[in-house]
T-cell receptor, first 113, second 111 residues
């Protein structure tokens, strides 16, 4: 089955810890995205990558970091500099050509203890 | 900056009713517009995508329309069912890969 997987589904972090959220896709998509969703709000873009070894900051990149060493993988690290990291994190991908329809993973819920 | 608004924020209807969800955006220079469904605690599922050159798209009981000049899109759901209960989000795409999302309409279809 082609799709996007995210792990873990639930993640708990202590104050001052860095944590890494995994995102993998087997859709052969060039572009990948990380969004943050807070209750009652729309999605806000954290980072996106159009191609391997390249990525750009989105609207709320402070306190987050990413890497794109492989086409299939786009991990997100939530650093201790992110003051309010409790949220639902969604990874997405798209072809980056043609119609450019976006597809989403199941999400990771991060809670800071 | 592109602003996307979805009204109403919540909607409750009896089963079988036809309904319309609204999405408005401030900048008409869009690449395409995508409608999604989100179930509680889940990711987004793509429903329909309308390219900027198109006026509407249909899939089963769903029909989405786009009027770029007025900055509006509507999602029409025919003969609603309890299984349609979810949050519906629209996303406007600018510059090919910049997606701007509305905050969604939470739909409840009562049996």
């Amino acid at each position: 089955d082609g799709g996007i997987t995210q792990s873990p589904k639930y993640l708990f972090r202590k104050e001052g810890q860095n944590v890494t959220l995994s995102c993998e896709q087997n859709l052969n998509h060039d572009a990948m995205y990380w969004y943050r969703q807070d209750p009652g709000q729309g999605l806000r873009l954290i980072y996106y990558s159009q191609i391997v070894n390249d990525f750009q900051k989105g609207d709320i990149a402070e306190g987050y970091s990413v890497s794109r060493e492989k086409k299939e993988s786009f991990p997100l690290t939530v650093t201790s500099a992110q003051k309010n990291p409790t949220a639902f994190y969604l990874c997405a991908s798209s072809k980056n050509t043609g119609i450019n329809e976006q597809f989403f993973g199941p999400g990771t819920r991060l809670t800071v203890l | 900056k592109q602003e996307v608004t979805q009204i109403p924020a919540a909607l409750s209807v009896p089963e079988g009713e036809n309904l319309v969800l609204n999405c408005s955006f401030t900048d008409s220079a869009i690449y395409n517009l995508q409608w999604f469904r989100q179930d509680p605690g889940k990711g987004l599922t793509s429903l329909l995508l309308i390219q900027s050159s198109q006026r509407e798209q249909t899939s089963g009981r769903l029909n989405a329309s786009l009027d770029k000049s007025s900055g509006r899109s509507t999602l029409y759901i025919a003969a609603s069912q309890p299984g349609d209960s979810a949050t519906y989000l629209c996303a406007v795409v600018r510059n090919f890969n910049k997606f701007y999302f509305g905050s969604g309409t939470k739909l409840n279809v009562k049996p």
